[in-house]
């Protein structure tokens, strides 16, 4: 089948110098969501998928954005002439042996079920997908005859005022025979107040020419707002989200408030995982069975084992935890982190590209890169890792049952022998042996009757 996505139009109710099909909407442009709907449409049809993109302002950007998926045909738009001029440009790479879907770029909710009733229902007819909507403002409105078949869509602005009290909207959502909707497309005319080829009067011309045309509402009204101003695709967002939270309270998880949780990639959950407000989920979560997620935590491609609790404000990013863990609050975890099972991290402690054998603890204000510590090795707080000497980095090997103390900067690269305690405020350049005490500072010394300055009588 043919999938055509309307994508060019500049969105000017958004009030943005980017492209409106760029905008995210759950962490991911509103025209990757309509890509996404498109395919699963045509995967579940069992049909191959000819998949045209319309572009237009800020074309070079929209490519751009989607350089990396070579399944996309994009068309360019130019100028910007209507919905039905921007088809029309499609029209060269549409196989007149198959029927072509056409759908908008910022109308990304549509669930691909309800595409797959449209086409089935409309086999050979012209289908349009419809909505009954409290609020019908802003769209165009579906006006059916005294027997109740389509007659034509209105736009609003091209209204009377019989015709906007319709609650029953366009979606904009159609499928076409190919061969028809190429002969209605060239003779569209633009006698509208908008002055543009509008795709939607390719209904009266299919009633004029006889052909069958058939509405299916849609079942969910949520579904098929479209995303013309930045308050619609606020509204859009707490929509998505809210599916987002349903889906993951199906799962087991306990979340403290559905309403105050933002999934901007793939969120997986175990059993009795508890979420607690604020926090945002972004590229590819798993947090297993038992997790406890502390409020404002952002958590982006990582791993958390089972048992692992995440206070507060605590920051993950590419990295990976164990079981029964302790994390914060306000740590941070940065890409390479690798925490063992039953390792506390805590708060104001960065830990970058570095592995934390079982059990290990840095709980205050430290610092560890690169660098490999030993199981149940105890970090002072004010630790740092000096990895990077202002050129390159430089990996250390910490033992493990090591006692670093309070203060101390380890100077990579460098090793530290299992069993090693080393004394606060040291720092070691050299390697550590196992076993003993070592201790790299001055030595303690007492001035005794030592005066202090007084202050000089002025001249
Ligand atoms: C359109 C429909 C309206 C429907 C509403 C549903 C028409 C004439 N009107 O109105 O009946 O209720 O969608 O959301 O179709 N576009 C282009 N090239 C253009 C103009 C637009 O590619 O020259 C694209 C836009 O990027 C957008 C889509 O088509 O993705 C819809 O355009 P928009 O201007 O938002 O149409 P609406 O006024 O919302
Ligand atoms: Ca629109």
Redesign the pocket.
């Known amino acids: 089948m043919n999938l055509v996505i309307?994508?060019?139009?500049q969105?000017k109710r958004m009030r943005s110098a980017h492209p409106?099909?760029l905008h995210p909407l759950a962490g991911r442009p509103l025209l990757a969501h309509v890509v996404t709907a498109a395919r699963s449409v045509a995967a579940t049809l069992g049909q191959a998928a000819r998949l045209v993109v319309?572009v237009?302002h800020a074309g070079e950007q929209v490519q751009a954005a989607f350089a990396a998926d070579p399944g996309l045909l994009f068309v360019a738009?130019q100028p910007?002439?209507?919905?039905g001029?921007?088809l029309l440009q499609a029209a060269p790479w549409l196989d007149e042996a198959e029927p072509t879907l056409v759908l908008?770029?910022?109308?990304p909710l549509v669930q691909p079920d309800t595409l797959v009733d449209l086409v089935r229902a409309a086999a050979g007819a012209v289908g349009v997908l419809s909505v009954r909507m409290a609020d019908p403002a802003g769209?165009?409105r579906v006006i059916r005859g005294a027997d109740g078949r389509l007659v034509r869509?209105v736009?609003e602005r091209d209204a009377d005022d019989a015709q906007r009290s319709v609650n029953e909207?366009?979606?904009?959502i159609l499928t076409a025979p190919t061969a028809r909707l190429k002969a209605w497309l060239a003779q569209l005319g633009n006698e509208n107040s908008q002055r543009?080829y509008?795709?939607?009067d390719v209904v009266a011309l299919a009633v004029r020419d006889h052909v069958p045309v058939v509405a299916r509402v849609a079942p969910d009204p949520d579904e098929v707002l479209?995303v013309?101003n930045k308050s619609q695709l606020a509204q859009l967002e707490r929509i998505v989200q809210r599916r987002h939270a349903e889906r993951l309270m199906q799962s087991g998880a306990t979340l403290a408030d559905p309403a105050r949780i933002d999934v901007r990639g793939e969120l997986a959950v175990g059993a009795d995982v508890f979420i607690d407000v604020g926090c945002v989920f972004e590229g590819t979560v798993a947090l297993a069975d038992g997790v406890r997620v502390g409020p404002y935590c952002v958590l982006r491609d990582a791993r958390v084992g089972a048992g692992t609790e995440l206070a507060a404000f605590t920051h993950l990013d590419g990295c990976q935890i164990g079981a029964q863990a302790r994390v914060g609050p306000f740590a941070r975890l940065r890409p390479g982190a690798q925490l063992e099972d039953e390792v506390h991290i805590g708060n104001f402690v960065e830990v970058k590209a570095s592995r934390v054998g079982r059990g290990a603890k840095a709980n205050h204000l430290a610092y560890l890169g690169d660098a490999d510590v030993g199981p149940r090795t105890n970090i002072g707080a004010g630790t740092i890792v000096a990895n990077y000497d202002g050129v390159n980095k430089h990996h250390s090997q910490i033992g493990q049952d090591v006692h670093v103390g309070s203060n101390s900067v380890l100077v990579a690269p460098i090793r530290i022998g299992d069993g090693a305690t080393i004394g606060a405020g040291s720092t070691v350049s050299h390697e550590v042996p196992a076993g003993g005490l070592t201790l790299a500072r001055t030595r303690q010394v007492t001035i005794p009757g030592w005066r202090r300055p007084t202050r000089k009588a002025k001249a």
């Open positions: 309307l994508a060019a139009g969105g409106k099909v319309v237009g738009q910007q002439l209507g919905t001029h921007a908008y770029g910022d109308v769209y165009g869509i736009e909207v366009n979606t904009g543009e509008y795709l939607t479209g013309n």
